[in-house]
């Protein structure tokens, strides 16, 4: 399985970014996919993930701003920003996985694969 992530850049408080994240190969088994960001210093966080059936979760930085979607045909996740705040500046990686597993409270994708980061920098 082979991920392709784009759309991350830099944008001034309150703008939007769209995050893509395109799966190809042997993607028949994949049931859950989402994003993950890591900010300098920091440790990495969930920041949404989705379900083949719709299902979504979010971190409470992100819920009500943040808006994950995927094109199942298109084997697409995509993770809409609205409303960025400097502290949603990050590293977002993309990762889809066969299984959920537990994350704190919530679940997140199981992480059998990892796409390459795209940088998100919200200026002030």
């Known amino acids: 399985v082979q991920l392709q992530a784009s759309g991350g850049g830099l944008v001034q408080v309150g703008g939007s970014l769209r995050l893509s994240c395109a799966a190809s190969?042997?993607?028949?088994?994949?049931?859950?996919m989402g994003w993950y960001r890591q900010a300098p210093g920091k440790q990495r966080e969930l920041v949404a993930a989705i379900t083949k059936s719709g299902s979504t979760t979010y971190a409470d930085s992100v819920s009500g701003r943040f808006t994950i979607s995927r094109d199942n045909a298109k084997n697409t996740v995509y993770l809409q920003m609205n409303s960025l705040k400097p502290e949603d500046t990050a590293v977002y990686y993309c990762?889809?996985?066969?299984?959920?597993?537990?994350?704190?409270?919530?679940?997140?994708?199981?992480?059998?694969?990892w796409g390459q980061g795209t940088q998100v920098t919200v200026s002030s």
């Open positions: 990762v889809v996985g066969e299984l959920t597993m537990p994350y704190g409270s919530s679940w997140a994708p199981s992480e059998d694969y």
């Open positions: 190969g042997n993607i028949f088994h994949i049931n859950a």
